[in-house]
């Protein structure tokens, strides 16, 4: 665990907000030089702080304007591994994401299709002719408020 002083933590701040400013913007902004700024952004990174920069796509503007978050429980344990179902639904294009989780469901889903009719195609067509899908829940998603989480 590397320690963080107050210039990294607003150094973080700024990057989730907007990964794209440069070493040197984000130096203005915080009292560094431009070098000093990329030394400490290169060493959060070496340090795995920051596990990457990606790009966030905007799904309504691309036309998918419903996300689903899908539990799935596996229906037959042991005949089907975790492993083998969570390589299968991550092929599908429309699955976000896949996370493993400890609960009422062994799988969360992030799902985006064009609309419900969409969905209800990727569900039946898809999801649940994998080998081993079970029981699934889903809930559609109304709004959504993305939060860096805490910082140091």
Do not use: C
């Amino acid at each position: 665990m590397i320690a963080l002083d107050e210039t990294d933590r607003h150094l973080l701040r700024l990057l989730v907000r907007d990964a794209t400013q440069s070493a040197g913007a984000l130096g203005r902004i915080v009292g560094l030089s431009q070098p000093a700024a990329w030394r400490r952004i290169k060493r959060l990174e070496d340090a795995g702080v920051i596990a990457g920069r990606r790009l966030r796509l905007n799904a309504g503007a691309l036309g998918f304007g419903v996300t689903v978050f899908l539990g799935v429980k596996l229906a037959r344990k042991g005949q089907v591994s975790l492993a083998d179902f969570e390589r299968a639904v991550s092929a599908i294009p429309e699955v976000q994401t896949v996370e493993h989780v400890l609960g009422l469901y062994d799988f969360r889903l992030r799902v985006v299709a064009r609309d419900l009719p969409d969905f209800e195609r990727v569900l039946r067509r898809r999801i649940m002719t994998l080998p081993g899908a079970g029981e699934v829940e889903a809930n559609v998603l109304l709004s959504e408020e993305r939060r860096p989480g805490p910082i140091g």
